[in-house]
């Protein structure tokens, strides 16, 4: 896809988001919508999965350590094919199984995640166990810059630098606001980049919202030999959204009649200055 069609797949997936928990009443918007790029490149572009075979042996995996953000990684999963587009307003549902955490047994999961800092150790074990295995593919992880205020999250940094493992990119979504407010005054863990440098990874820093500095960062990705990658993204939390952007109100609630109204209207806007863009 070109960037203007990663564009346009990366608002749908931002409407499905807003609409699964709209519907739910309940569940996490802002890191899912700060997300979404990432998401759509992904499962777009840089994994190699197959919707009609999820469980194919040799596919990428790929760990949502955030697990809370679950309504992006539905939104995008929904919109590759895994499951129908319609299933994202049963989210949280009684016998839905989109539930407000992802589950393995979800076409497309690869890991029941939701505890934050354990994602990136199943990560870390999925990218040895590949080496073991003497297997080519690749393991991608992503965590919320909230969470790597996490102990577990650094035994598993050390790890995987320690063991060279270059089959491994972890990608942190770093939109400097947590449940409580902004991370540096919760409990900071700037410098990330730094942080991750000192554990042996191969540090790139990029928008998290610009998909020529999210192709060129994966791509630095698969080139880089004998240490692991960590992406740091910087990112706007409720990207898309108006009243959701930069706040840590929308870190996890849904909104009303109203306001899902207005989300929906903020996202009908960028569809269209999009197809605008489309036919210049």
Known sequence: MNNLELQKKANEVRKGIVTAVHSAKAGHPGG????????????????????????????????????????????????????????????????????????????????????????????VGMAMGAKLDNKDFRVYTLLGDGEIEEGQVWEAAMFAGHRKLDNLVVIVDNNNLQIDGKIEDVCSPYPIDKKFEAFNFHVINIDAHDFDQI?????????????????????????????????????????????????????EKIGEELEKAGEQ
């Open 32 to 123: 899912s919508l700060s997300a979404a790029d990432m998401f759509t490149y992904l499962y777009f572009e840089e994994l190699n999965v197959d919707p009609k075979n999820p469980d194919m042996e040799d596919r990428d995996r790929f760990v949502l350590s955030k697990g809370h953000t679950a309504p992006g990684l539905y939104s995008a999963l929904a919109h590759r094919g895994f499951f129908p587009v319609e299933d994202l307003k049963t989210l949280r549902h009684l016998g839905s199984y989109l539930q407000g955490h992802p589950c393995i047994h979800i076409p497309g999961v690869d890991m029941s995640s939701g505890s934050l800092g354990q994602g990136i150790s199943v990560a």
């Open 215 to 267: 192709r060129n960062a994966m791509k630095e990705a698969r080139e880089t030999k004998g240490m692991p990658t960590c992406i740091v993204m910087h990112s706007l939390k409720g990207k898309g959204v108006s009243y959701m952007e930069d706040s840590a109100d929308w870190h996890g609630k849904a909104p009303n009649d109203a306001e899902y109204a207005q989300a929906m209207a903020d996202l």
